[in-house]
């Protein structure tokens, strides 16, 4: 099974680089890193954040608007695409198993995504490293962190929704309706349920939290600003329920086993359904 999983992985790099998709995803991160050095982002301050510090919490705040919709537009077409182009019937009759096909496309689609964003956050620090820029090297494996995390999170829902989707376009808009989802239930959409509804404000947060992306947002605000401020009330609840550290280790396991679960439940979709 390694060995099938080691060769579909293979199989979906060296296809991912040869599609201009991958080279143009890979510009975009790379060239903001660039141009955030280019606009002098790294001399501005805010809330004590100066320097890479500064420039890290603006890639992570654009990192949150482009990867979540990249990730699941791009995955959800992996399995249901194979299935429409006969693909993956010619694929399965080589010594491959299901499993090895599934979580092959899983591991390549990983690599992919999350290198070339990696790299352009590595690229900062070296870059700031020969500037003589000092480099907050405890943020910058958390935010790779968080970043891995994110990414592998919806891979698994791209993955489980290619898995049981009939078409692409069934797919990609079961993908796009996901994430309009997540995006709509942030704070401000919280705060007005709460309000309208006069609901219980520690169960509106605690909801609030189930959602990856909010997750990820607070996780990186509370890596940016220790005491929340941003936020306002909801850092009150959050602080005194959990430590900091014990949040951001939250925010990093409960994306990879939420990933991991609807990766779970979509190769074993795939391992009972028909090729074709």
């Known amino acids: 099974m390694i060995q099938g999983i080691y060769n579909i992985t293979i199989l979906e790099l060296k296809q991912s680089l040869r599609s201009i998709?991958?080279?143009?995803?890979?510009?975009?991160?790379?060239?903001?890193v660039a141009?955030?050095?280019?606009?002098?982002?790294?001399?501005?301050q805010i809330i004590g954040f100066v320097g890479l510090g500064r420039l890290m919490v603006t890639f992570m705040q654009v990192s949150m608007v482009i990867l979540p919709i990249y990730v699941l537009i791009s995955t959800v077409r992996?399995?249901?695409?194979?299935?429409?182009?006969?693909?993956?019937?010619?694929?399965?009759?080589?010594?491959?198993?299901?499993?090895?096909?599934?979580?092959?496309?899983?591991?390549?689609?990983?690599?992919?995504?999350?290198?070339?964003?990696?790299?352009?956050?590595?690229g900062a620090t070296i870059w700031g490293t020969i500037s003589d820029i000092d480099v907050p090297w405890d943020l910058f494996s958390l935010?790779?962190?968080l970043l891995a995390a994110m990414v592998f999170c919806f891979l698994g829902i791209g993955m489980f929704i290619s898995a049981i989707s009939h078409s692409q376009n069934f797919a990609i808009s079961a993908a796009f309706i996901i994430w309009l989802f997540l995006v709509a239930f942030l704070d401000l959409i919280l705060i007005g349920v709460m309000l309208k509804l006069r609901m219980n404000p520690e169960l509106v947060i605690g909801v609030g939290m189930i959602n990856p992306l909010q997750v990820f947002r607070v996780a990186v605000l509370a890596l940016f600003d220790p005491k929340l401020t941003a936020i306002g009330p909801v850092a009150y609840y959050i602080l005194d329920t959990v430590s900091r550290s014990v949040f951001i280790a939250f925010s990093i396991i409960y994306p990879v086993l939420l990933g991991f679960l609807f990766a779970f439940f979509g190769n074993r979709n795939f391992n009972r359904r028909d090729v074709t």
Not at 21 to 31: E, K, R
């Open 143 to 145: 935010y790779s962190s």
């Open 78 to 122: 992996s399995v249901v695409g194979d299935r429409e182009t006969n693909v993956m019937e010619y694929m399965l009759s080589l010594p491959i198993s299901f499993s090895s096909y599934f979580w092959g496309k899983f591991t390549g689609r990983f690599i992919e995504i999350f290198i070339p964003v990696f790299l352009a956050l590595l």
């Open 35 to 44: 141009v955030m050095f280019a606009l002098g982002i790294t001399e501005s």
């Open 21 to 32: 998709w991958f080279w143009a995803y890979c510009l975009l991160f790379g060239g903001f």
